[in-house]
């Protein structure tokens, strides 16, 4: 499929991403890819049988750029002139064969990125070591650094950017909640304080009423015994008068 960019379709000046895989190019441009991209950080022309970069436009703030399954066999010093702010670049399953070819990309001081996987240079001897000595700016060379690390995802690396924004905050306005759980408490251990103080009155004053009733028993059963105790003595005084009675007659 030919794909065609008109003014019509596409306002220029605001697209910061740009995908035309599998599109085909005409003679090794996709018409309409143009300098009034201004704005474009991402482009991905992978598989659109591109043999060249001669005709790329001038994309000064392009940061990443996909042009995996291409014939592009050499001309990578227009990515410095045209690119200059390029920090990563995949040329897997092109056509690059030496080291020649690559070190045109020493020019590109903000590359940290680069994949020439399936490119036959990759069957070079100490492949890996030569890439990393010719361009000591990149970190990332087919995915892995230099020891065997694999590059994190874009995707992560804005998570974990937001992550940090995040914790930055959370440093700056303190642990959330932290002064709120501490007033909770306080009224916690206030709401017990005045709760035990109103057990401890309740149960000194059910003390004082039970010790009162057991005085209040007490005086009652001793009044009883007065009155008991009374009583007797009346009663003996009553057997005792008509014996009186009695030895008074007998005299």
Same mark, same amino acid.
């Given at each position: 499929?030919?794909?065609k ?9 605001k697209v910061?991403e ?9 003679n090794g ?9 201004k ?12 043999t ?9 703030k ?15 010093e ?13 040329l ?26 399936n ?35 874009s995707?992560?690396? /804005?998570?974990e950017? #937001?992550? =940090?924004?995040?914790? $930055?905050d959370? @440093? +700056?306005?303190?642990?959330? !909640?932290?002064?709120? %759980?501490?007033?909770?408490e306080d ?6 304080g ?7 009155v ?8 039970e010790?009162? /009733?057991?005085?209040? #028993?007490? =005086?009652?059963?001793? $009044?009883?015994? @007065? +009155?008991?105790?009374?009583? !007797?003595?009346?009663? %003996? ?15």
């Open positions: 499929m030919l794909i960019l008109t003014s019509d379709s596409l306002s220029y000046s910061t740009l995908v035309l895989d599998n599109c085909r190019s005409s441009e996709i018409e309409g890819l143009n300098d009034s991209f704005e474009l950080e991402f482009l991905s022309m992978a598989n659109v049988e591109l060249s970069l001669a005709k790329l436009p001038t994309l000064s392009l940061r990443k750029l996909e042009l995996s399954d291409n014939i592009i066999s050499g001309g990578l227009v990515l410095a002139e045209r690119c200059p702010n390029l920090t990563y670049l995949n897997s399953g092109n056509k690059i064969k030496d080291l020649g070819t690559v070190e045109a990309l020493q020019n590109l001081k903000n590359l940290k990125s680069l994949d020439l996987f490119c036959e240079i990759t069957n070079l001897e100490d492949y890996r070591d030569s890439i990393f000595e010719l361009l000591q700016q990149i970190t990332y060379l087919d995915g892995f650094d230099q020891e065997d690390n694999e590059a994190p995802d995707e992560d690396d /804005d998570d950017g #937001d992550e =940090d924004d995040d914790d $930055e959370e @440093d +700056e306005a303190g642990p959330p !909640g932290e002064y709120e %759980e501490e007033d909770d009224d916690g251990g206030s709401d017990l005045e709760g035990e103080e109103e057990e401890e309740g149960l000194s004053y059910l003390m004082k009423e010790i009162q /009733d057991e005085d209040d #028993d007490d =005086d009652y059963v001793e $009044e009883g015994g @007065d +009155e008991e105790e009374e009583e !007797g003595i009346r009663g %003996e005084k009553r057997k005792r008068d008509p014996e009186d009675e009695g030895e008074e007659e007998d005299d």
